[in-house]
């Protein structure tokens, strides 16, 4: 039996809440940014910044913020996220993370053995409650790298899942 209470604005589904007590609306909140320009300066030391993804390919419910490089859960749920990082010049790229609520998620590590191209990226499922914070983080070395304005190397993606 389907236990979810439905809210509705004229004949259209507006809002549901399951029997578990997720909210979802039929605009899942989801996004996609890049980067406009090469990006100078970026702390690989700094485990907790994430990279300033500064142009909004779609941002359903608008919740990624591209002052910050950080998406804002408006919901309590499972999340999906893929994110990708192309360094400048002859960057080794070893690993990267989900930063979350500011502080390096260790569970979404992902090492790619030395990555001489400078290149790294990660999918992470993340449980997240609602007004949590994620960002996307590449680590090299603790060095102070660029990374690439490259839309098939520079992006970050996120989905609700339920």
């Not at 029997?19 to 996004?31: D, E, I, L, M, N």
């Not at 309590?76 to 609520?101: D, K």
């Not at 449980?127 to 990374?147: C, E, F, L, Q, R």
């Amino acid at each position: 039996p389907d236990n979810s209470m439905r809210f509705y604005t004229a004949v259209s589904e507006g809002m549901r809440i399951s029997g578990a007590g997720y909210v979802t609306t039929p605009q899942q909140p989801a996004f996609w940014v890049q980067r406009s320009a090469d990006y100078t300066g970026y702390n690989t030391g700094n485990y907790a910044q994430s990279v300033l993804y500064d142009s909004k390919i779609y941002d359903t419910g608008n919740n990624f913020n591209t002052s910050t490089g950080l998406f804002t859960a408006p919901v309590t749920g499972h999340y999906l996220f893929t994110a990708s990082a192309w360094a400048t010049g002859s960057t080794t790229m070893e690993q990267s993370w989900i930063t979350y609520n500011g502080a390096r998620n260790a569970g979404t590590d992902w090492t790619s053995g030395g990555n001489p191209n400078g290149f790294t990226q990660l999918s992470a499922h993340v449980k997240m409650d609602a007004n949590d914070t994620v960002g996307y983080h590449p680590y090299s070395s603790g060095n102070t790298i660029g990374i690439r304005s490259n839309a098939t190397h520079t992006w970050f993606k996120g989905i609700l899942l339920g």
